[in-house]
């Protein structure tokens, strides 16, 4: 290598090195991240002061320029790649390095993690920046006449705690059902349906809006306050008095008010079944009254006293009627409906078996009552009293082709079948004996 190579390459190797050194080896070439930040005031901030973020060294600024018409600044600050991601809700605060040496630098908190990260040349508004206070500050704001009102007012809250003290901590059980109320109150604001909160601050407004339109109405309620207060203040005694009867009157009203909004529900149940009556009560009232007008009329003294002398011969008969009526209900018919009701009615319910007369044969199960009218085919013969179980047996005769010759009670009987005799039912008992039945003189004629 010839000498002027060797030291144009010992040069550059120096240069790299002593920017290195003064640098610690930042890459001249790389894209710096840059933010903004818009503070009221930049105090002794100066370019190159330092950027923290938990007491780490992030950044530097890198200029301060001042917004024209105003005292607050905007901050230029570049960040290293240690102190990003830097979120849309992040905050910077100038705060001194040292108490009393005067030295400053930022003091970045990186926002929220569900925040939007920012991207590079992004302004931080005003209200996320916060200047230092200073010592010179503390002491300008604790003047002669400030430090007097303070005296004042430090001396009557005293007072005040001492003498309203103890009605203070008597009042802390009732803070509970206040702060639960008021919470129902608040949640209530919020709302049934949506906009409503919007809704109400938009009429809120409106409310607003009529009062700025009305100065002297605003006045006038104003001044009136003033002389109710002034009312009240005169009659502290009485209202005095007047509290301290507040806690059983509220005793009282809360289960009472409790029990008003119980009822509404059911209430508002109640109207809202009504509503359809309500809704017609008008043509109700409209077709009543030529019906009110006709009673109008008959009840009229040339009607009714007309229909009361009319009435006045029937009155005696009804009376007698009616007494005459109840022995009759007394012991004729309530005997005969309770026999109905308790004999009668169970009885036909009975379900009727027979062993010959079934499912199998086309008989099927059936209650007492339907063989009511199984009598009628029985008519033209031999029957029971009105089916096949009666205890009675009536005779019927009748004309034709087939003559069978019957022996009741040792006496030849005679009789024709218009059809072959194929059986007997009930089957009759063994060796031809005669049933146990009562006899009667003569036959009972058929119905």
Same mark, same amino acid.
């Given at each position: 290598?010839?000498?002027?190579?060797?030291?144009?390459?010992?040069?550059?190797?120096?240069?790299?090195?002593?920017?290195?050194?003064?640098?610690k080896?930042?890459?001249?070439?790389?894209?710096?991240?840059?933010?903004?930040?818009i503070?009221?005031?930049?105090?002794?901030?100066?370019?190159?002061?330092?950027?923290?973020?938990?007491?780490?060294?992030?950044?530097?600024?890198?200029?301060?320029?001042?917004?024209?018409?105003?005292?607050?600044? *905007?901050?230029?600050?570049?960040?290293?790649?240690?102190?990003?991601?830097?979120? +849309?809700?992040?905050?910077?605060?100038?705060?001194?390095?040292? @108490?009393?040496?005067?030295?400053?630098?930022?003091?970045?908190s990186?926002?929220?993690?569900?925040?939007?990260?920012?991207?590079?040349?992004?302004?931080?508004? %005003?209200q996320?920046?916060?200047?230092?206070v200073? $010592?010179?500050?503390?002491?300008?704001?604790?003047?002669?006449?400030?430090?007097?009102?303070?005296?004042?007012?430090?001396?009557?809250?005293?007072?005040?705690?001492?003498?309203?003290?103890?009605? @203070?901590a008597r009042? !802390?059980?009732?803070?509970?059902?206040?702060?639960?109320?008021?919470?129902?109150?608040?949640?209530?604001?919020?709302?049934?349906?949506?906009?409503?909160?919007?809704?109400?601050?938009?009429?809120?407004?409106?409310?607003?809006?009529?009062?700025?339109?009305?100065?002297?109405? %605003?006045?006038?309620?104003?001044?009136?306050?003033?002389?109710?207060?002034?009312?009240?203040?005169?009659?502290?005694?009485?209202?005095?008095?007047?509290?301290?009867? $507040?806690?059983?009157?509220? +005793?009282?009203a809360?289960?009472?008010?409790n029990? %008003?909004?119980?009822?509404?529900?059911?209430?508002?149940?109640?109207?809202?079944?009504?509503?359809?009556?309500?809704?017609?009560?008008?043509?109700? =009232?409209?077709?009543?009254?030529?019906?009110? *007008?006709?009673?109008?009329?008959?009840?009229?003294?040339?009607?009714?006293?007309?229909?009361?002398?009319?009435?006045?011969?029937?009155?005696?008969? $009804?009376?007698?009627?009616?007494?005459?009526?109840i022995?009759?209900?007394?012991?004729?018919?309530?005997?005969?409906?309770?026999?109905?009701?308790?004999?009668?009615?169970?009885?036909?319910?009975?379900? =009727?078996?027979?062993?010959?007369? *079934?499912?199998s044969?086309?008989?099927?199960?059936?209650p007492?009552? !339907?063989?009511? $009218?199984?009598?009628?085919?029985?008519?033209?013969?031999?029957?029971?009293?009105?089916?096949?179980?009666?205890?009675?047996?009536?005779?019927? @005769?009748?004309?034709?082709?087939?003559t069978?010759?019957?022996?009741?009670?040792?006496?030849?009987? @005679?009789?024709?079948?218009?059809?072959?005799?194929?059986? !007997?039912?009930?089957?009759?008992?063994? *060796?031809?004996?005669?049933?146990?039945?009562?006899?009667?003189?003569?036959?009972?004629?058929?119905?």
């Amino acid at each position: 290598m010839s000498k002027l190579a060797a030291g144009v390459t010992g040069i550059v190797v120096l240069a790299l090195f002593v920017y290195g050194g003064f640098t610690k080896f930042a890459n001249p070439f790389a894209s710096h991240f840059t933010i903004h930040a818009i503070v009221p005031s930049s105090n002794d901030l100066r370019p190159n002061s330092l950027v923290r973020i938990a007491g780490v060294n992030v950044g530097k600024v890198s200029t301060i320029s001042s917004i024209p018409g105003s005292q607050a600044a *905007n901050v230029t600050m570049t960040i290293d790649d240690n102190g990003l991601p830097l979120h +849309s809700d992040a905050t910077f605060w100038i705060r001194p390095r040292i @108490f009393l040496e005067g030295n400053f630098f930022v003091d970045v908190s990186p926002g929220s993690p569900t925040a939007p990260t920012v991207k590079t040349d992004h302004v931080f508004p %005003l209200q996320q920046t916060r200047e230092p206070v200073q $010592l010179d500050q503390v002491l300008g704001a604790l003047q002669a006449n400030t430090r007097q009102n303070l005296q004042i007012l430090l001396k009557e809250y005293g007072n005040a705690v001492y003498q309203g003290g103890p009605a @203070f901590a008597r009042s !802390v059980q009732y803070w509970l059902p206040a702060y639960k109320y008021s919470s129902i109150v608040e949640h209530d604001l919020l709302g049934l349906q949506p906009h409503d909160l919007s809704n109400g601050i938009y009429e809120q407004g409106n409310v607003s809006a009529s009062f700025n339109a009305h100065p002297q109405a %605003l006045q006038s309620l104003i001044t009136d306050f003033n002389t109710t207060a002034r009312a009240l203040a005169s009659q502290s005694a009485n209202l005095q008095s007047t509290i301290a009867q $507040l806690p059983g009157t509220l +005793s009282a009203a809360i289960p009472a008010f409790n029990a %008003l909004n119980a009822a509404f529900p059911p209430t508002r149940a109640l109207a809202r079944a009504l509503l359809p009556g309500v809704k017609n009560t008008g043509h109700t =009232i409209d077709v009543s009254l030529p019906f009110i *007008n006709q009673l109008r009329l008959l009840v009229q003294p040339s009607e009714l006293q007309g229909l009361t002398h009319d009435l006045v011969p029937t009155i005696p008969a $009804l009376a007698n009627l009616t007494n005459q009526t109840i022995p009759l209900m007394r012991d004729q018919v309530r005997p005969a409906s309770s026999c109905v009701v308790q004999n009668v009615i169970p009885w036909s319910n009975l379900q =009727i078996t027979d062993n010959n007369f *079934n499912e199998s044969n086309g008989f099927p199960k059936h209650p007492a009552y !339907v063989e009511d $009218l199984q009598l009628l085919p029985g008519l033209a013969g031999e029957s029971r009293t009105f089916d096949g179980n009666g205890p009675i047996i009536r005779l019927l @005769f009748g004309g034709g082709t087939f003559t069978y010759s019957l022996n009741l009670g040792g006496v030849p009987t @005679f009789g024709s079948l218009l059809q072959p005799l194929e059986g !007997v039912q009930p089957v009759p008992p063994p *060796n031809d004996q005669r049933p146990p039945l009562p006899t009667r003189s003569r036959p009972r004629a058929a119905r």
